[in-house]
């Protein structure tokens, strides 16, 4: 069972930045994907960005230019950077670790953090 924690959501003007960060709780943390996911109220969750163990890198169009995922392995870590935010982008963003390996697929989820975008 791999645990994910998430940090830096909270409260940012519009146009403004935060950075998200997400700890995983595994030695082979190398060999996941991970991604970010978010979720608005009323509204489905969506992939906002991923980044493969080989470090291929994927956006939704809406985020390209402004966000930047990362991963640092030797810290367990993925971040993401959100620049010039808007309103629209407030959601819970959540998240996922995933590797299918011999035996199966393995997939975890955060618990969330709240990101809110307001004057």
């Known amino acids: 069972q791999v645990q994910l924690v998430e940090s830096g959501g909270g409260l940012v003007q519009p146009g403004g930045s935060l950075r998200l960060s997400c700890a995983a709780s595994t030695t082979i943390f190398s060999t996941y994907s991970m991604a970010w996911y978010r979720q608005a109220p009323g509204k489905h969750r969506e992939l906002v960005a991923s980044i493969t163990s080989g470090g291929k890198i994927n956006y939704v169009d809406s985020v390209k230019g402004r966000f930047t995922i990362s991963r640092d392995n030797a810290k367990n870590t993925v971040y993401l950077q959100m620049n010039s935010l808007k309103p629209e982008e407030t959601a819970v963003y959540y998240c996922?670790?995933?590797?299918?390996?011999?035996?199966?697929?393995?997939?975890?989820w955060g618990q969330g953090t709240q990101v809110t975008v307001s004057s």
């Open positions: 996922n670790a995933d590797r299918s390996w011999v035996l199966g697929t393995d997939n975890y």
